[in-house]
């Protein structure tokens, strides 16, 4: 439900964003503090990805969260350091995708205050995965 419920905001601001089919899974987080987190990834992926695309899986006691998007990636010499505060892969492109460059860092400390973890990685041909993990139970 939330995330279908930030789909639906991004997309009232014109970022193009996907669901796919959502199992009901319920995960130990605060609403609030998770749903900036999710929200945080998600318009990363639909800013400077061109569009993201949301699924959510369930493994073991983990719920698996994938945004996935059709950018440019990551250099992979950059890839530790996207989670650093104020980290911008590209300083030339702030005019057209302002912010502080703090929406990682923020959704990361919440995911592990939370007992969760994130990881980005550059998909095979193009693009961005970020997983989320969180601690879940089957609803």
Do not use: M, W
Request: aromatic fraction near 4%; include cysteine; charge should be positive.
């Amino acid at each position: 439900r939330l995330l279908h419920q930030i789909a639906s905001e991004l997309r009232l601001v014109d970022q193009k964003v996907e669901v796919g089919v959502l199992p009901p899974l319920s995960v130990y987080a605060g609403p609030i503090a998770l749903k900036r987190a999710l929200r945080n990834l998600i318009s990363n992926a639909a800013t400077h990805g061109g569009g993201a695309r949301v699924g959510l899986t369930h493994q073991g006691d983990k719920a698996v969260i994938r945004i996935e998007d059709d950018g440019p990636g990551v250099p992979p010499e950059l890839l530790t350091q996207v989670f650093e505060p104020f980290f911008r892969v590209d300083q030339a492109r702030r005019k057209s995708f302002p912010g502080a460059g703090l929406g990682l860092a923020i959704a990361r400390e919440i995911v592990e205050r939370h007992g969760g973890s994130i990881t980005i990685q550059n998909r095979e041909l193009h693009g961005l995965l970020q997983i989320c993990l969180l601690p879940s139970v089957r609803t």
